[in-house]
């Protein structure tokens, strides 16, 4: 499996770019930085994103691609979500205000973007590999999503704090290559990290301890508060019996 880190933290600025990772050239996880990251063809070359919730910084450049492949002519792309991102998507982004609705744009035929509703738990296939969504504790509704291909799975957490299912349905994948997990804020903005159901350090130590064997599992980490980078990178490498890394915008995966 390939897996291609387009942006990975959890905020902007000229060298940080939001959440949006590319798994074999196909489908994505989010799609923060999709457009911002991505050359036209690579852009059009996607079958589907994976949107794990619909806080801004994982959707933003769902309008700019959509509007980029429009103008290409490229086939439909599918949005892959729960039912309560699906709606927001649709109430609140394409909603013909703040955005065209791209899913009838050009013709309701042959739309621009197609939403695919995923069921919690229940596999569906998207762009050629088996999706499952699990259900997870952020603000509102998110999920992670296990893509298992031919060559094992990759996990990805979504925006999430500490959470129970995820890690039951981890240690039953048999050939689980890499989990992407979200770390947000420093130990000390603990309160913060809680209202906000992210991640510290501390809380991403803990939660590792619910998988069967976390010193096997390339964890590779992203969300970072641009903020509190260094801080956070710190406190990480502090963990011990753990496998970490920090993504950095660039970084190509061959797992
Ligand atoms: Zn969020
Ligand atoms: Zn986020």
């Known amino acids: 499996m390939?897996?291609?880190?387009?942006?990975?933290?959890?905020?902007?600025?000229p060298r940080h770019r939001t959440s949006a990772f590319l798994i074999n050239d196909?489908?994505?996880?989010?799609?923060?930085?999709?457009?911002?990251?991505?050359?036209?063809a690579a852009q059009c070359r996607l079958e589907a994103c994976l949107i794990g919730h619909a806080h801004l910084d994982h959707i933003r450049d769902l309008a700019t691609?959509?509007?980029?492949?429009?103008q290409n002519g490229c086939a439909p792309l599918v949005i892959a979500a729960t039912k309560g991102t699906i709606q927001v998507l649709k109430k609140h982004f394409f909603n013909n205000l703040i955005w065209p609705d791209f899913s009838v744009i050009p013709t309701a035929q042959k739309p621009t973007i197609r939403y695919l509703e995923l069921k919690p738990e229940k596999t569906a296939i998207v762009a050629g590999h088996r999706v499952r969504a699990i259900m997870v504790d952020h603000t509102i509704e998110g999920c992670a999503f296990?893509?298992?291909?031919?060559?094992?799975?990759?996990?990805?957490s979504g925006d999430t704090g500490p959470t129970q299912r995820l890690w039951v349905m981890l240690?039953?994948?048999?050939?689980?290559?890499?989990?992407?997990?979200?770390?947000?804020?420093?130990?000390?903005?603990?309160?913060?990290?809680?209202?906000?159901?992210h991640h510290?350090?501390?809380?991403?130590?803990?939660?590792?301890?619910?998988?069967?064997?976390?010193?096997?599992?390339?964890?590779?980490?992203?969300?970072?508060?641009?903020t509190f980078q260094s801080e956070v990178e710190r406190e990480c490498a502090a963990l011990r019996g753990v496998n970490l890394s920090v993504c950095r915008i660039g970084d190509h995966f061959v797992l």
């Open 146 to 156: 296990i893509v298992e291909g031919t060559d094992g799975a990759v996990a990805y």
């Open 65 to 70: 691609i959509a509007d980029n492949r429009c």
């Open 2 to 13: 390939d897996l291609r880190v387009i942006g990975c933290h959890g905020g902007e600025t």
């Open 200 to 226: 510290t350090p501390r809380t991403l130590g803990a939660e590792m301890k619910k998988y069967r064997t976390p010193k096997d599992l390339p964890t590779l980490l992203y969300h970072i508060k641009p």
């Open 26 to 40: 196909e489908l994505t996880f989010d799609a923060g930085s999709l457009t911002s990251g991505l050359e036209l």
């Open 171 to 197: 240690n039953e994948v048999p050939d689980l290559r890499a989990l992407l997990l979200e770390v947000s804020y420093p130990n000390r903005e603990q309160k913060l990290a809680t209202v906000s159901g």
